[in-house]
């Protein structure tokens, strides 16, 4: 579900005036995307809804300081993403440093999982995150840079070594 | 795999029960938003609400799968598992200097020597980490790294010492009482800062510069007012308008910005006394504290909201740290390299490294090791000072 500019404006207008039809438009219009967006990068179910509901509670938080004339999803696919590379991350690092917050679920793609999901969960989620960024989500590769906060030359390389490793992986499945 | 090929294949994924999810987590997103919208419509104190908001949250979130982890943790979040038990090494280079009133003062070395200074509540580095500012009830005193007096002034109420200059020409401010004090690092010329406000109980700041005479010193005033003001010249370079009294006053290294830090305001102002940056917390959250890292002038922040924790780049938003619970401090390793993080509640010290590969590591049992009290972490100092 696609919806217009102007239709999102009335929507952020809504939900700042505490109408809760806008905030379920908002939330039905964008919740797909952030949480495949998560999904992709994290490689959890149960992490990336995490992610996607943390997205926008901490949205709802922030909204009476909202721009409204700026569009509703990159900031929150801001928040999603970022916090997709800040929960890979920190997954890894617990193994690493042995401390354990959680349990947290199986880390290890289920075997049932698309070949190209798979693949993905072969790159290191900050590549993982500049695809989906560009490919899913069709940002520019400058438009990544802001998201991310991340000089442009490093989204590009990143999307040159991630895609190069992708179609690596790829090729060794077929 | 061609572009159009992969964003189809991209966009064809679903995740396992996705329908189920979207649904539990709308539950959840709802209940937060009711109970946001009901702020307005009812007279409830702010912590009330907050309550409310939190426990229609959290009821919410017990329906979701993802929601029972975050209930469990909430119930467990007592500090990082399997923290080390004691502080083998430092993970930077550097020492640190603590102090709380309970305990002292304490120098930790970067291999986990700890020497106590003698029973100051507060202390400060000097610019270069050859000495240490100390102050107990009505004295203020210059030491050395291993305790050593090297001078000390009697002054009523003593706080804040803080210590800046060249390596030949050092100042120490501190307040006395409401007064705003600087006295050589020799220990002489002790001086009322003249004529200026009295001051509230935060720790002036000092800006770094080539010589005293160049030193600039921040301090506030009881009406919340911030002075950047030049002690040699007796000028105020610029004033804030009145506001909450802040917490903490800190330049950044290159002494361009000065970040002015309250529960709930949180600015950065440039050398003409203007706004550069500012994020003021709302919806309950409250700044507990925020520090420039060494070099890129970012400004890492500690915000709390309700029983979380959140520890972020200022303007990026970048995350840097999470955890239920209550972190009190952020201090920047010298190198900028990693973040010490404290966290009274659970008697840890967290070191969260922000460059390269993320990593964190914890340790357990601070008070123990550092005269009984949890201290306050008064600086973490001088790589190459020794």
Redesign the interface.
Known sequence: MVASVRQERLWVRG?QA?S?PA??AL?RAH??RA??AA??VVHD??????I??EA??AA??????FDRRRPFGPWLH??VV??AI?WS??RS??A????????GSDPTPPAEL?T??RALGGLPPEQRAV??LR??L?YTPGEIAKLL?LPRGTVNSRLRRG?DQ??SL?GEER | MNDRRLRQALEEVRGPDEDRAQQRTWLVVRSAYAARDALPRRPLPVRAAIAVTALAALVAAAFSSPGMAVLDSVRKAIGIARAQPALFSLPAPGRLLVASPAGGAWVVDVDGAKRRLGDYGEASWSPFGRFVAAARGNEVAALEPDGTVRWKLARPRVRFPRWAGSPTDTRIAYLTGSRLHVVAGDGTRDVDAGGLPAAAPVAPAWRAARSARELLLAYADTRGRVYAYAPERGSVLFRTKPGPIPTKLEWSRDGRFLLVLAPRVLRVYDLAGRIATRDDPTDGSRDVDATFLPDTGRVAVVRVHGSQTDVFLLGSGRLLFRTTGELRQVVASPNGRWLLLSWPTADQWVFVRIAGRRRITAVSNIAEQLGGAFPAVAGWCCATGR
């Open positions: 939900a505490g809760a905030v379920e939330y919740w797909p949480y495949r999904y992709l179910a149960a992490g990336a809804e995490d996607a509901q926008f509670l709802l938080r922030a909204l009476d300081r801001r928040i970022n916090r800040d991350r920190a690092l617990r690493e440093v042995e401390i354990a917050e959680s349990a698309p190209l999901v695809i989906v490919h899913l069709e906060d895609l992708l179609a790829l």
